[in-house]
């Protein structure tokens, strides 16, 4: 626990501790934007008929939540490893390095969350956005999203462990791949059958329904509409104990394999 | 009771894409006891940080076996880390935003130390190292001997039984040196339990520090013992530098065969004086006695005498030359 909170408060120096804090709160509050700002003009702009906007950017604020949990785990291991040359000493601690990364992933994940919670308080009333939150869902799709996330920035991480180059297009290639695919942004049904069945699939687009379910009190296309609310949590909890369980494993033995190969203290300079 | 380190018939051998493998090292043991400065060295790509790094859970041996504190590193590496701290020189590791303080105090909690037992050490051991007053510098301000003492404050806060030090002096200047050195020394002291092993390329280092030097080479170990020792038995004669008023080739003729087969007399002379100067290599300490009375005996008075000590590095440069030299003779380069 004391490593958790530790590695959290590393994550929130990392990302804080450059600026003053008042630079900081509007960094935070700026930050999000650019993820948005492209949906807003495509469906607030152009799109208006289609009256897809709520959906479209809901659902992309709360894929950009999970994308910074990947990306910070994914990243994580090659910052400290290549950057901050930290990444042996903390493989030598008692904290495992799952703990770790969760830990410093939760204060991103924290930091992001309230980054939109800031933005939805202009976007709502100037966008006329549906907003009608049930807390309880929002709190426990919250956390199980982030267990989505980590579960697959743990298995990234564990990749990076055993690459000594970093490939950030590959990263971006992935996680902009599932993103189009995850119906973020429109709604697959509106597609051949297809592309409904290959949304279902993958991890994210349960949490984000639950989430643009949760905020604005509808049900906004017909995309999941199958599943009720609470069967919809059900599910975002199963892939969550899934991944997260796959994550786990995979970072182990990325771990281990690190330790055969000499990896864990890898420069490239070397 | 177990001793600090075991290590017993060490390999490694690291693939490589579309190279030979490479035999890092090949059969490596020593043990260490508590109490002890242990040290490795040896010349670049001697397998040096090879072995701290298994010895450290860092990486997994090819065969054979370690023990720290009694458990094996491969298979309980999980009880060996909590045991154990590592620092490693010659590099800038530490969270460049975080200060002196933030770093080390975070570094504790990965221990899961209570804060204020870990303040305090922090408090004790910045002290120490003579950076108190930088508590609250960011650490990417920091020359490099400051981040090489906040390195070594990290790996003693958390009360380790065995401190591995990878050239902790590396590209250290000698004051700072100097701190490190006297601080690992004075921490050994500190409790029954503790142990060090350090790799060093300086000979003056391990002469200074280590109990016992082991001298590594191209991943063999070709000599364990007390830096005294070591001296010794690559040379085991005493050398004397004589210089006196007068002695001519003929009279030298004379004294060296009266000192006898073995002991070997070469006359030169004194750089700044210009007088006789004789070098003498004695089979045994005790002739010099003999010797200064045939000088005598030849009518040369002394104006000047000193014992020539050998280093640890003639010691080292002669073992591992000769090492070459075995090579060389056993497998001609194809
Ligand atoms: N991951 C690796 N892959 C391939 N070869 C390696 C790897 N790590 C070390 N080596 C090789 O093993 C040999 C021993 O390296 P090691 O780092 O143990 O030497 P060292 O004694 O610490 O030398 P130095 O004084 O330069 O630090 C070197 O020739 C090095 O190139
Ligand atoms: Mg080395």
Request: hydrophobic residues 45%; proline residues 4%.
């Amino acid at each position: 626990m004391k490593g958790f909170l530790a590695s959290m408060y590393v994550g929130l120096q990392i990302e804080s501790n450059w600026t003053k804090k008042w630079v900081w709160l509007l960094y935070l509050a700026a930050y999000p934007i650019g993820s948005f700002l492209a949906v807003i003009i495509l469906y607030g702009v152009f799109g208006q008929k289609t009256g897809l906007l709520p959906y479209a950017l809901y659902g992309t604020i709360f894929y950009y939540s999970l994308s910074m949990v990947f990306f910070d785990m994914a990243f994580s291991v090659h910052d400290d490893r290549e950057h901050y040359q930290t990444l042996k000493y903390i493989f030598l601690s008692s904290t495992s390095y799952r703990t770790y990364l969760c830990g410093r992933a939760a204060t991103r994940y924290l930091i992001a969350l309230a980054g939109i919670a800031i933005n939805l308080c202009w976007l709502v009333p100037v966008l006329h956005l549906p907003f009608h939150p049930n807390w309880a869902y929002l709190i426990a799709g919250a956390v199980l999203g982030y267990l989505v996330a980590a579960g697959l920035g743990l298995a990234m991480a564990s990749v990076f462990l055993l690459t000594i180059k970093l490939d950030v297009d590959v990263v971006d290639a992935l996680f902009g791949g599932m993103f189009v695919l995850s119906g973020a942004l429109f709604p697959p049904t509106a597609f051949p059958a297809v592309f409904a069945r290959i949304a279902e699939l993958v991890p994210m687009s349960p949490f984000i329904e639950l989430m643009r379910r949760a905020v604005s009190g509808q049900i906004l296309t017909s995309f999941l509409s199958d599943l009720s609310t609470f069967q919809l949590l059900n599910r975002v909890a199963l892939s969550a104990a899934v991944l997260f369980a796959l994550g786990s494993v995979l970072v182990a033995f990325g771990s281990r394999k690190a330790q055969q190969k000499g990896y864990i203290d890898v420069t490239t300079a070397f | 009771m177990h001793t600090a380190i075991q290590v017993e018939n060490l390999t490694r051998v690291f693939n490589q894409r579309g190279k030979a493998p490479f035999h890092a090292l090949r059969g490596v043991s020593f043990d260490v006891s508590y109490g002890e400065i242990f040290g490795l060295l040896g010349p670049n790509g001697a397998g040096k940080t090879t072995t701290i790094k298994i010895m450290s859970t860092l990486l997994l041996p090819t065969s054979g076996s370690v023990a720290v504190a009694g458990f094996d590193v491969e298979k309980d590496y999980a009880r060996v880390r909590p045991l154990i701290s590592l620092i490693s020189g010659g590099e800038t590791s530490g969270y460049g935003i975080l200060t002196v303080e933030e770093q080390l105090w975070m570094f504790s909690q990965f221990y899961g130390m209570e804060t204020p037992v870990a303040r305090s050490r922090i408090e004790e051991y910045l002290k120490v190292v003579g950076m108190w007053d930088s508590r609250r510098q960011q650490m990417n301000r920091l020359s490099t001997g400051m981040r090489q003492k906040v390195n070594l404050v990290r790996g003693l806060v958390t009360d380790p039984k065995v401190l591995f030090l990878d050239e902790p002096t590396l590209g250290v200047d000698v004051e700072a040196s100097v701190i490190i050195r006297s601080i690992v020394r004075d921490w050994v002291q500190g409790k029954p339990e503790r142990s060090v092993i350090l790799t060093t390329h300086y000979m003056a280092e391990a002469d200074e520090l280590c109990s016992r030097v082991a001298i590594i080479n191209h991943g063999l170990i070709l000599a364990n013992a007390a830096p005294s020792q070591l001296k010794q038995d690559l040379d085991s004669r005493a050398h004397y530098e004589i210089t006196v008023d007068r002695l001519d080739g003929e009279q030298l003729g004379l004294i060296t065969a009266f000192m006898g087969e073995g002991n070997d007399l070469v006359l030169g002379a004194d750089k700044v004086t210009n007088s006789p100067m004789l070098v003498a290599h004695l089979m045994h300490e005790s002739d010099i006695a003999r010797l200064i009375a045939a000088l005598a005996g030849q009518g040369a008075t002394l104006e000047y005498m000193r014992k020539l000590e050998p280093t640890l590095e003639d010691a080292f440069l002669k073992m591992v030359g000769r090492r070459f030299e075995d090579e060389e003779a056993v497998s001609p380069v194809s």
